[in-house]
């Protein structure tokens, strides 16, 4: 088993008062090491630094937070070439009770792991996924972050695993589709490609964002819409996105099929010149 980071030092184990193992009180980044940098690591500053001023928790160090990545990784002999960092800030050990009475200071963990690479065959096939019965909660003050409750996920990853799918979307209370249960999905149909809007739940993936933001800067538009299952045997193409792999094309989803089309392959090929290697296929 892997060791931990606490707070600057190597740790098996953690306060059975801490808020986040009692409460979920807390936030979390999984950031891709690549060639001895972590990828997009900016954006998941900003969304980490975001998410501690909703929680009201002292943001740490940038630079400590690096530092500590590169010495989990080290701390646990993972070459830092094509690796995971995991960090968790949760509110840190205090009485008991919803309110933070006698909290001192947020514990900061961070793990490093190895990171096993998809196969090729899913980026030049694609991947089959499905749409999950648990539906996410709506409504959220904290939609579009990371934090320590993730209940809906696990949940529906067990939709997931029992089907054997790749991955699997989830809807809101409305049954519109907002993102996987690792992944954020964007839609192509004539010509245009979409991604739900998040600002009532899920999360907004930073590789989301760099896919919006580097097709913005190469002319292409992205538009925010509600899509439900009963209109993807209307589309052209569609792909999931995430900060470990990238982008993956899907080829099937419940009755639905499709084939890996010029959009995503123009996706795909765009990314792989922006820092995404995974994609250069």
């Not at 184990?13 to 193992?21: A, F, M």
């Not at 490609?193 to 907004?204: E, F, K, W, Y």
């Not at 045997?233 to 900060?243: A, H, T």
Request: charged share 25%.
């Amino acid at each position: 088993m892997a060791d931990w980071i606490c707070n600057g030092k190597v740790v098996e184990t953690i306060s059975i008062n801490d808020r986040g193992l009692q409460y979920g009180d807390g936030l979390f980044e999984t950031v891709a090491i690549r060639d001895g940098e972590p990828r997009l690591w900016a954006y998941h500053m900003e969304r980490l630094s975001k998410g501690c001023e909703l929680l009201g928790f002292t943001m740490p160090s940038k630079k400590e937070l690096l530092e500590g990545v590169f010495e989990a990784l080290a701390t646990n002999g993972v070459p830092s070439t094509y690796a995971v960092a995991k960090i968790i800030i949760s509110a840190g050990a205090g009485k008991r009770g919803y309110a933070r009475g006698g909290v001192e200071s947020p514990t900061v963990l961070i793990g490093g792991f190895e990171s096993e690479r998809p196969s090729a065959d899913a980026y030049r096939d694609g991947v089959g996924i499905m749409v999950c019965k648990t539906r996410l909660a709506t409504g959220s003050a904290f939609a579009g972050l990371k934090t320590l409750n993730r209940l809906e996920q696990v949940a529906a990853q067990s939709e997931v695993k029992e089907e054997d799918a790749y991955e699997g979307l989830t809807m809101d209370a409305d049954g519109n589709l907002i993102c996987g249960t690792m992944s954020n999905v964007f839609f192509i149909k004539d010509n245009c490609i979409s991604t739900p809007p998040l600002d009532r739940c899920g999360v907004a993936g930073v590789m989301r964002r760099h896919i919006i933001e580097t097709l913005h800067e190469n002319g292409i538009q992205i538009d925010f819409r509600h899509t439900n299952p009963s209109d993807l045997s209307s589309l052209d193409e569609l792909f999931l996105s995430n900060s470990q792999f990238g982008v993956v094309p899907v080829n099937k989803c419940g009755d639905n099929a499709w084939q890996v089309g010029e959009h995503v392959r123009t996706v795909m090929a765009i990314l792989a010149n922006n820092g995404v290697d995974e994609c250069r296929q």
